[in-house]
C-alpha cells in the first residue's frame, strides 16, 4: 500500500502507516519523585509503535541499507536479538514487505518469541550457555546466515553507524526541542551503545556542556571502564536491554561525565517507584536510568534540568518486576517475616492471595484455574478449612472415561491426600510428607495459612543460597 509522504512521526491523520508513528515522543517533567535541586524530565520512548526506542534504529538502520542498494524489495533481513531491536525490525519489516530472521539464544521469554513470530519474523532458536567463538553463538550464527542466504544482509545493531545515526537525527533534536534547548543532564543506558553514541554526538555540537551520564547494572564492565577503572569480571542482572560484558563497535564513551552503578534491586524498586508516583508504567531499564537519575539529581548542589529516557513500556514486566511473588522468588522483595514455615507459604491464603477450589465448585472451574495461574494442584477449601487437594491426575482419572464429567463437582474427583503441619513444624516434617506422596497444607488450629510444595520448598533454600 503507498502512503502519502508525510513527515515521520507527526501528528498522525487517516490513511498514514503506523511507521509514520515512529518518534516523535512525548516528554513530561516528574512532580512526586525526591530530584533534590533539581528537575527531572522523561522522554517516553515506551510510546514508540513496537514499544520501544529500537523503532527509531530499527528504521533508520533498514532505510539504509535501502538507499545503500544492499536491501532489495523482498529481500531479508537478519539479525541475532530476542529484545526490543527485533521487535522494531519485525514492525517495519512487516510493513515494507522484507522478511526478517532473528537468531535467539534459547533463554528469552516465550511472551517475546510470540509477539516476534505474530508480527511474522522467522526464527531460528539457538544454545545460550555458548560464549562469541563457538559455532552456535547467536551472533556468530546469525552472521553465517546472512552469508548463505542469498541478498540478505546482516542487520548487526552493535557495528552498525546507522544505529547512532537515528538517536542523532531523531531522539536528540526533539528532546532538545521539547526542553527549550535546556539541557543540563542526559541519563542513559548502553545495550548497543546506539542511544548514548547518537545523544553524545548531537550534545557535542548544540550543547557541549550538557553533562552524559551512564546508567549501567551491577555486574556490566561499562561502569568501570568510564571510572577508568579494570573492569570487573562480568556477573549477570536481571535488567534487560542494557548492560555489557564488552564494549560494542558503536559505544562511543568518551563523552561521559559519570557513571552509576545500580543493583537489579534499585533498579526494580525505582521502576515500580515511577508507576505508582508518576503513572509510568515503564521497563526495567527505565528503573536502572531512574535510580541514576535521581541519584544524580540529589548530589547536585544547583539546580539542573536532567533529561531520563524511558526506554520501553512496563506491559513486557508484568509477570516478573511487576509481579509481587517474582520478585519475592528472586529475593528482591521482602514480605514479612514469621520465622516459620508461613514464610514458605508463596501465596497466602489468610492474605487472599491463594488459589483454591471449593468442593462444590465444578471440575472446569478447578482446570480452568490450573491452567490459569499454572499450578498442578489446587487445595480444596470449605469453611476456610483445607479438606483435600485435587490435582492434575484426579481430575484426568474423573474424566477420563466420559468428558462430561467436567461439570460434575470437586468433591467427587478431590484426594484426600493432604496432611497438616503446624507453622512451627519443621522442615524435615515437610520433607516427609512429600516422600508420602501427600501436600503440606500449613494451619493453626482453624487459621489456614496455605499450601506448601516442593518447589516452595525449593524457593525457600535458593532464597537463603542469596543470602549467603
Ligand atoms: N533499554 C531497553 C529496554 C533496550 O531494549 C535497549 C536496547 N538494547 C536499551 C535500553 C539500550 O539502547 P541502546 O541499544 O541504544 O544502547
Known sequence: MSVAPAKRGAQTSPGRNVIDLIGNTPLIETSRLDTGLCRLFLKLESFNPGGSIKDRPALTMIETFEREGRLKPGGTLIEATAGNTGLGLALVASQKGYRLILVIPDKMSREKIFHLKAMGAEIVMTRSDVGKGHPEYYQDMAARIAEETPGAVFVNQFANWANPLAHETSTAPEIWEQMNHHVDAMVCGVGSGGTLTGLSRFFAKVSPAT????????????????????????????????????????????????????????????????????????????????????????????????????????????????????????????????????????????????????????????????????????????????????????????????????????RSAMSKSVETVRPDADIQTLLDIFNKGYVAMVADGDKFYGVITRIDVINHLRRKFDLS
Open 211 to 410: 553533562e552524559m551520564i551512564l546508567a549501567d547494572p551491577d555486574g556490566s564492565i561499562l561502569a568501570d571502564v568510564v571510572a577508568g577503572k579494570n573492569p570487573r569480571e562480568p556477573g549477570s542482572w536481571l535488567v534487560e536491554g542494557i548492560g555489557e560484558d564488552f564494549i560494542p563497535e558503536i559505544a562511543d564513551l568518551s563523552r561521559v561525565k559519570k557513571a552509576y552503578t545500580v543493583t537489579d534491586r534499585e533498579a526494580f524498586e525505582a521502576a515500580r517507584e515511577l508507576l505508582k508516583a508518576e503513572g509510568v508504567l515503564a521497563g526495567s531499564s527505565t528503573g536502572t536510568l531512574i535510580a541514576a537519575a535521581l541519584r544524580y539529581c540529589q548530589e547536585q548542589t544547583t539546580p539542573k534540568r536532567v533529561v531520563a529516557l524511558v526506554p520501553d513500556s512496563g506491559n513486557k514486566y508484568l509477570s516478573k518486576m511487576y509481579n509481587d511473588y517474582w520478585m519475592q522468588d528472586q529475593g528482591l522483595l521482602e514480605r514479612p517475616q514469621s520465622g516459620d514455615l508461613r514464610d514458605l507459604v508463596s501465596r497466602r491464603y489468610d492474605e487472599g492471595a491463594a488459589v483454591t477450589v471449593a468442593p462444590e465448585d465444578t471440575l472446569n472451574t478447578a482446570w480452568k484455574r490450573m491452567k490459569l495461574y499454572d499450578v498442578s494442584q489446587l487445595p480444596v477449601v470449605e469453611k476456610h478449612r483445607p479438606i483435600a487437594v485435587i490435582d492434575e491426575s484426579d481430575l484426568l482419572v474423573a474424566v477420563s472415561g466420559d468428558p462430561k464429567r467436567f461439570s460434575a463437582p470437586v
